[in-house]
């Protein structure tokens, strides 16, 4: 008995229209196409939706500076990103833009049902502006002092150095990061969600059975403690974006109109592919709907998004999955050690289902982060999929064509029974299904009952799983040809018979693997099916290729050499120095004078002590002599340094700055270090220099 098919719409978060596809990315567009190959050959009408994130400052900005209008900077950007996607074999059945008629027509009407619900509250509300650009400044676009332990070009939301987070007000000696100008306090109205009326609705929905990952909902539980506060939905020109209606310099803030994009790629996708909207949104719909997204953005996809759907009359999601960031050999990205490896780079150097096969590898149904370890990933596919998927076939399929015709043989009767031990232990309640095809039959039936369990895992987002036992029904097979060693039996005319039915079920027990490895490797399934005449369909896998006539092996897939990976790495690096050149200007602190200056007190000191401190991620205690003084000292450099590396080496500190009281104990000065996005880096002076010398 079959199900009736699943109706389903999986979305991959929009991305930001300001820049290049990289292997970041690329986990959570992988793992939702993988997904939804696998349900669309399960037979369910699966749509994938995807797009870009259009609107923001960032974009406005970037789009200033390379001298285009934003509408022009996102389509070209756009046509970039979808180009990068589908190189990666990335089956979109729509790819769209927030920026779009469609979009900007049904965030009016969102709008309204929520201005009707009562759910709009105007407030007017003081922020930082611009006078020389003569805009509002978002957080990120405002510098300072942290207001907390003084450390110098901060954020205007948080303290990377101490981790204080605070209102871009508090800031000392507040910047635009735009022009360097120092910012204003300008009053300005603002429209707000009203996010608090839907606490509790939210709370059920979010632990209501299968919505979120446990993990996940636990961590929200920290935003319902905290209790939820009105959300700022409007943004003053000049913004690119959509304007509010009814207004004329107000405009809907980004992360208001991006979610709705989901709905209005799906409404333009339905005009195409004549499929009915309503049945997919209307607020009681039966089909599914599941969001792929990263941990950053939970917040708002499992509280705004849901609450916006409940007061305009949606269907909310059927569930969010939530995934892991990408580390690359144990680490963050970084340009400078190549390790942030855009899209196309990767292209350029390496096949698609490389990455494909080594991300499903890694993914699980838990939002842990995976690592690409650029040793292991060689290692791993050369071994997975040359050394024992594709070398199944192409240990029986030279034998079919030579010897045999290309033809398959009728059964496997001759080979009476499979000569291996089970390498899977089965539980003793489950039934083994009875032989079909005689002798070699059973071997063939188990290949062909795995398929449940990887279904299932494909299914849960257990894609390590699924490979895991994909992977051990590949040893099984090798293990088979390896004891019949069909070579010999090829060479004795009385074993014939007997070498045609191993290599027929040898390339039967192939083709079930490459069922359900399609979801994972489209292209080289693609090659699969007309090397075996066959359309590789997942519920026909019981049904094995028999008395037919196949096509001769070709090349499935090459094996990596270690050179290509290298010249990857080398080539990321080079695209960091174009990067470079292209970057803007700093926005400089204003001009001081040398008295400013002399005011600050440096010297040279010697580390003579550093430990962890307890409860505190981000800092080291230092104790740092100054030449017959000890001074003790709390740095935020615990990420870029261990303890043990600092002892000895000679760094320069703030020697007159006041004593600063900290949670963990008073820190009495501050040594310099320089920071970027990749680390914090301490100054050092060159050789020669004494504790206590002075720094001018
Ligand atoms: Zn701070």
Known sequence: ??????????????????????????????????????????????????????????????????????????????????????????????????????????????????????????????????????????????????????????????????????????????????????????????????????????????????????????????????????????????????????????????????????????????????????????????????????????????????????????????????????????????????????????????????????????LTSQPTDIDLNLGDFRLRVNSDLVGKVVNIASRCAGFISKNFGGKLALNFQTIEKSPLPPLFQRGESEEIPPLKKGGGGDLYNEFATAGDAIAEHYENLDFARAVREIMLLADKANQFIDAEKPWQLIKDPTQHARAHEVCTLGLNLFRILMIYLQPILPSMAAKVRVFLNDELIWDQRDQPLLDKVINPFEALMQRIEETQVIAMVEASKTDLQVAEADKPKLALAPTINIDDFQKIDLRVAKIIAATYVEGAEKLLQLSLDLGGETRKVFSGIRASYSPQDLVGKLTVMVANLAPRKMRFGVSEGMVLAASNGEGIYLLNPDSGAKPGDRVS
């Open 1 to 362: 008995m079959s199900k009736p098919p699943r109706k389903i719409i999986a979305t991959s978060a929009l991305i930001y229209a300001n820049g290049s596809v990289h292997l970041g990315h690329l986990v959570e567009y992988l793992q939702t196409d993988m997904w939804v190959r696998y349900q669309r050959a399960r037979g369910n009408e699966c749509y994938y939706i995807c797009g870009n994130d259009a609107h923001g400052t960032p974009i406005m900005l970037q789009a200033e500076k390379h001298g285009m209008e934003p509408e022009q900077f996102i389509k070209k950007i756009g046509a970039e990103q979808l180009a990068s996607f589908k190189a990666f074999e990335i089956s979109f059945d729509h790819f769209s833009t927030t920026h779009s008629d469609v979009n900007r027509e049904l965030v009016a009407a969102v709008y309204q049902a929520l201005q009707k619900n009562g759910d709009i509250k105007s407030k007017v509300i003081k922020q930082l502006f611009d006078p020389e650009k003569q805009m509002f400044l978002p957080d990120r676009f405002i510098k300072g002092e942290c207001p907390k332990c003084g450390s110098a070009d901060q954020y205007g939301d948080n303290c990377e150095k101490c981790g204080a987070t605070y209102a871009p007000t508090d800031l000392k000696h507040p910047r635009s990061a735009i022009s360097g100008a120092t910012p204003i306090e300008r009053e300005s109205e603002h429209f707000f969600f009203d996010l608090p009326k839907y606490h509790e609705k939210l709370a059920e929905w979010t632990r209501s059975t299968g919505r979120l990952q446990t993990e996940v909902a636990n961590k929200l539980d920290e935003w319902f403690d905290s209790g939820l506060q009105p959300w700022d939905i409007s943004r003053d020109a000049p913004y690119f974006g959509f304007k509010i209606p009814n207004t004329t310099d107000k405009y809907f803030y980004v992360w208001l109109d991006a979610p709705i994009g989901y709905i209005s790629a799906f409404k333009e996708c339905c005009k195409t592919q004549k499929i009915n909207f309503e049945e997919f949104w209307q607020a009681d719909s039966q089909t599914e709907l599941y969001h792929f997204i990263g941990k950053d953005i939970v917040y708002f996809h499992a509280l705004f998004w849901p609450a916006m759907l409940m007061s305009a009359n949606y269907r909310t999601p059927t569930a969010i999955k939530v995934h892991g960031m990408l580390t690359v050999d144990g680490q963050k990205m970084s340009k400078s050690r190549g390790t942030f490896i855009k899209a196309d780079t990767y292209l350029a150097h390496l096949n698609p289902e490389y990455l494909r096969y080594y991300y499903a590898a890694k």
